[in-house]
């Protein structure tokens, strides 16, 4: 008999955490918009509640009886199944927003007098927390550039011996500068003792789940706003967190209580968007190689943010080789001015839309100084190595030839 060939993502996403004749044979998941769900007996009821509750460990084989739709629900638990594909993680939890998931899973994480180390720059929501709200609850939260090397991050992770977290946004947005995955490990694991693990969290929205495992290279948790590449196309807010089964367990109880969970038609939105993740951000990346190579000899641009060119430098281009393989959809780049010049190519897109966010199959650009980043004080963009002359592209699904057309025209405006 031949040997069975071990089904790859692109073909898990579409069996797993289904079972059609659950659902009168249906190929496709309905729809299952309820708040609540009937207990076949009573004490079905008390057994599901323990678990919710982490009162007991699950039993070989149970499957628990769905309870209410805040804590779990057939939509979100087929979504949640399937999605770990990629990243090849134990378990997932979906949520209500990207915010959603990373503040849930800190406040699932962190207590009073642990310090967390993060990558700046950071997604401005992220920022905010570890800025501002984190503190308040007793948390010292402690930025790092984000391209420190190991020895760098040693002596800051020494410096505060209560670190409980390495909290890394990975390419860096919008400088796309990537974090060393495994030197965070390593000084995660040094500083570690058998009764307290120093965690190591990941955001991977910028190139995961197609181009980026952290997973595989050393993560605790891997973070996702699924507003993005896994939606797809820009018409829903979702988030995920995937680790192994016990730390996803606990948030997952952190979700029911704080209510940051998703609803059922928004899971059934982004199961539809699976089976084109791979597709779309292959065609995205390759979209944007084109505008990249137009943006890197175009007489108007001071300088290309990509993960993995050479002008990234040569320690970039060892991580992205090392970490990534691909570079994605989002690139960033200068124009010869500052703000003004910079707003005449963004006021003259035609076929690109003026807009934040990223990851949907339509091209959309916008100026991270004034726009995404516009909570941090100058000085902190200075430092975190971006300028008022930036822009930021997340290039989609048009015709690349249409795109640089659109570009080289708004580009004369400088
Ligand atoms: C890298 C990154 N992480 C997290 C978030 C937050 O996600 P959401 O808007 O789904 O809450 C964003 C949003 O833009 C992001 O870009």
């Not at 790859?8 to 079972?19: R, W």
């Not at 505008?291 to 281009?317: F, I, S, W």
């Given at each position: 008999?031949?040997?069975?060939?071990?089904?790859?993502?692109?073909?898990?996403?579409?069996?797993?955490g289904?079972?059609?004749?659950?659902?009168?044979?249906?190929?496709?998941?309905?729809?299952?918009?309820?708040?609540?769900?009937?207990?076949?007996?009573?004490?079905?009821?008390?057994?599901?509640?323990?678990l919710a509750y982490g009162l007991?460990p699950r039993?070989?084989?149970?499957?628990p009886?769905?309870i209410y739709t805040r804590v779990n629900n057939?939509?979100s638990e087929?979504l949640e199944d399937r999605v770990t594909?990629?990243d090849g993680a134990e378990a997932a939890a979906l949520f209500s927003s990207g915010m959603g998931a990373i503040s849930s899973t800190c406040l699932t994480l962190l207590r009073?007098?642990d310090?967390i180390?993060f990558?700046?720059?950071?997604?401005?929501g992220t920022?905010?927390l570890f800025?501002?709200l984190l503190?308040?609850f007793?948390i010292?939260?402690?930025?790092?550039?984000?391209?420190?090397?190991?020895?760098?991050?040693?002596?800051?992770?020494?410096?505060?011996?209560?670190?409980r977290m390495i909290f890394i946004?990975?390419?860096?947005?919008?400088?796309?500068?990537?974090?060393?995955?495994?030197?965070?490990?390593?000084?995660?694991?040094?500083?570690?003792?058998?009764?307290r693990r120093v965690l190591v969290l990941i955001d991977n929205t910028?190139?995961g789940p197609?181009?980026?495992?952290p997973l595989?290279?050393?993560a605790d948790v891997v973070l996702y706003s699924a507003?993005?590449?896994f939606?797809?196309?820009?018409?829903?807010?979702a988030g995920l967190a995937m680790g192994s089964a016990s730390i996803i367990s606990a948030v997952r109880a952190t979700r029911t209580i704080l209510g940051s969970m998703s609803d059922?038609?928004t899971a059934?939105?982004i199961?539809?968007?699976?089976?084109?993740?791979?597709?779309?951000?292959?065609?995205?990346?390759?979209?944007?190689?084109?505008?990249?190579?137009?943006?890197?000899?175009?007489?108007?641009?001071?300088?290309?943010?990509?993960?993995?060119?050479?002008?990234?430098?040569?320690?970039?281009?060892?991580?992205?080789?090392?970490?990534?393989?691909?570079?994605?959809?989002?690139?960033?780049?200068?124009?010869?001015?500052?703000?003004?010049?910079?707003?005449?190519?963004?006021?003259?897109?035609?076929?690109?839309?003026?807009?934040?966010?990223?990851?949907?199959?339509?091209?959309?650009?916008?100026?991270?100084?004034?726009?995404?980043?516009?909570?941090?004080?100058?000085?902190?963009?200075?430092?975190?190595?971006?300028?008022?002359?930036?822009?930021?592209?997340?290039?989609?699904?048009?015709?690349?030839?249409?795109?640089?057309?659109?570009?080289?025209?708004?580009?004369?405006?400088?």
């Amino acid at each position: 008999m031949s040997e069975r060939r071990t089904p790859s993502p692109q073909t898990l996403i579409f069996e797993k955490g289904y079972d059609p004749q659950r659902s009168e044979g249906a190929a496709v998941p309905p729809v299952f918009r309820t708040s609540t769900f009937i207990f076949k007996k009573a004490m079905d009821g008390k057994r599901a509640f323990e678990l919710a509750y982490g009162l007991r460990p699950r039993e070989q084989g149970e499957s628990p009886a769905l309870i209410y739709t805040r804590v779990n629900n057939p939509n979100s638990e087929i979504l949640e199944d399937r999605v770990t594909a990629w990243d090849g993680a134990e378990a997932a939890a979906l949520f209500s927003s990207g915010m959603g998931a990373i503040s849930s899973t800190c406040l699932t994480l962190l207590r009073p007098g642990d310090t967390i180390l993060f990558s700046d720059p950071i997604y401005g929501g992220t920022e905010y927390l570890f800025r501002k709200l984190l503190p308040e609850f007793g948390i010292q939260t402690v930025p790092f550039p984000s391209g420190a090397d190991e020895v760098a991050l040693a002596a800051l992770a020494a410096a505060h011996t209560s670190t409980r977290m390495i909290f890394i946004e990975s390419p860096a947005n919008p400088t796309m500068e990537l974090c060393d995955m495994p030197a965070a490990r390593r000084v995660a694991d040094r500083l570690s003792t058998p009764e307290r693990r120093v965690l190591v969290l990941i955001d991977n929205t910028f190139l995961g789940p197609i181009f980026s495992q952290p997973l595989r290279h050393g993560a605790d948790v891997v973070l996702y706003s699924a507003t993005k590449f896994f939606g797809g196309h820009s018409d829903l807010v979702a988030g995920l967190a995937m680790g192994s089964a016990s730390i996803i367990s606990a948030v997952r109880a952190t979700r029911t209580i704080l209510g940051s969970m998703s609803d059922p038609d928004t899971a059934w939105l982004i199961h539809r968007s699976l089976g084109t993740l791979q597709l779309r951000m292959e065609k995205q990346q390759a979209n944007t190689v084109r505008l990249v190579e137009l943006l890197r000899t175009h007489p108007k641009v001071k300088r290309v943010y990509y993960p993995g060119l050479p002008e990234m430098g040569a320690r970039q281009v060892a991580l992205w080789k090392q970490q990534c393989t691909g570079a994605g959809s989002l690139v960033s780049f200068d124009v010869r001015g500052g703000e003004a010049e910079a707003y005449r190519v963004l006021d003259a897109v035609r076929h690109m839309r003026l807009a934040v966010s990223l990851g949907g199959i339509e091209t959309l650009v916008e100026h991270p100084w004034s726009m995404t980043h516009a909570d941090m004080t100058p000085e902190q963009k200075l430092q975190a190595g971006f300028s008022q002359s930036m822009i930021r592209l997340s290039v989609g699904l048009e015709d690349p030839a249409d795109l640089a057309d659109d570009l080289e025209q708004a580009l004369q405006k400088v």
